[in-house]
């Protein structure tokens, strides 16, 4: 099991959850992070530290959301590791909760 990252996270890109991950797993893009799953060791630490709620496990994604965990392995190949907590961007919490923000995902 691995956890991934959702569409939530699309423009928010809030960091807290990087600050708490015990090993290197996460990978941030332009406007997103992702779980690289051959990293992640399941500890459970992050979920609940994003503002967004935009983590979740691999067991507990809709059918809607499968798709998530093959794009947060094909971007966690291309996407450089972050282990330090950054500023979110300026218009994050105007983009928190906004549904269908996949066409807003830059790669």
């Given amino acids: 099991m691995t956890f991934v990252v959702i569409e939530n996270c699309i423009k928010c890109k809030y960091t807290d959850c990087v600050e708490v991950c015990p090993v290197d ?13 051959d990293e992640c060791i399941d500890c459970t630490l992050c979920e609940p ?7 979740k496990s691999e067991d507990d994604l809709t059918d809607s959301e499968q798709h998530f965990l093959q794009l947060n392995i094909d971007l ?8 330090e907590m950054k500023e979110p961007p300026a218009d994050a ?4 909760g906004v549904a269908d923000k996949l066409q807003h995902l830059a790669r």
Avoid: R, S
Wanted: with cysteine.
């Fill in 76 to 83: 966690a190949k291309d996407w450089p590791v972050i282990n």
């Fill in 93 to 96: 919490d105007d983009w928190k």
């Fill in 25 to 37: 797993c996460f990978h941030e893009g332009p406007n997103m992070l992702v779980i690289d799953p």
């Fill in 49 to 55: 530290e994003c503002p967004a709620e935009a983590i």
